[in-house]
């Protein structure tokens, strides 16, 4: 097994990051307006505002992300050099993703009490960290099913 560098570290939060934007965060976005929208009987009423209220929901999302990305880059080093002697493939997912949900949800709970809200709320830090709990996990699975050897050593163990 390699060694775990900062640079595979960027790359799986870089992935993540993109997973994040482009298919988690859009879909928690669709859920939520679905929820919010349905049970109050304004789901037609509001389908001609559907499309701008994602849309600004995703360039605002994705510039927290960002920075929230970047604060996870030593956390997310420092999980991968702990976990490097765990050789379980669905470990390493499972903490990459809680690491991601924690982080999520303490960072808009922080933007959420700086932003003018008062109190503990449990809706919008869910509402981030399950997305980016996700986005890590399909990340980190996806980086661990790469292939790990050269195609010398794929030659030299075939025969």
Same mark, same amino acid.
């Given at each position: 097994?390699?060694?775990?560098?900062?640079?595979?570290?960027?790359?799986?939060?870089?992935?993540?990051?993109?997973?994040?934007?482009?298919?988690?965060?859009?879909? %928690? *976005?669709?859920?939520?307006? &679905? !929820?919010?929208?349905?049970?109050? =009987?304004?789901?037609?009423?509001? #389908?001609?505002?559907? /499309?701008?209220?994602?849309?600004?929901?995703?360039?605002?999302?994705?510039?927290?992300?960002?920075?929230?990305?970047?604060?996870?880059?030593?956390?997310?080093?420092?999980?991968?050099?702990?976990?490097?002697?765990?050789?379980?493939?669905?470990?390493?997912?499972?903490?990459?993703?809680?690491?991601?949900?924690?982080? %999520? *949800?303490?960072?808009?709970? &922080? !933007?959420?009490?700086?932003?003018? =809200?008062?109190?503990?709320?449990? #809706?919008?830090?869910? /509402?981030?960290?399950?997305?980016?709990?996700?986005?890590?996990?399909?990340?980190?699975?996806?980086?661990?099913?790469?292939?790990?050897?050269?195609?010398?050593?794929?030659?030299?163990?075939?025969?």
């Amino acid at each position: 097994m390699s060694t775990w560098t900062f640079e595979k570290t960027f790359r799986l939060v870089g992935t993540s990051y993109l997973w994040l934007c482009a298919v988690t965060a859009p879909a %928690a *976005a669709f859920i939520a307006w &679905l !929820v919010a929208t349905i049970p109050s =009987g304004i789901f037609l009423d509001s #389908l001609n505002g559907a /499309l701008p209220f994602a849309v600004i929901f995703i360039v605002i999302f994705a510039v927290i992300a960002l920075v929230g990305a970047c604060v996870s880059l030593p956390f997310s080093y420092m999980l991968s050099l702990v976990m490097e002697p765990v050789r379980s493939r669905p470990a390493h997912t499972f903490a990459h993703a809680i690491l991601a949900g924690i982080l %999520a *949800a303490v960072s808009m709970q &922080l !933007v959420f009490l700086v932003a003018g =809200g008062t109190g503990w709320s449990w #809706l919008y830090p869910l /509402l981030v960290a399950a997305p980016a709990g996700v986005a890590a996990a399909i990340a980190r699975w996806r980086l661990d099913r790469e292939k790990k050897s050269t195609p010398a050593e794929v030659v030299e163990a075939a025969a």
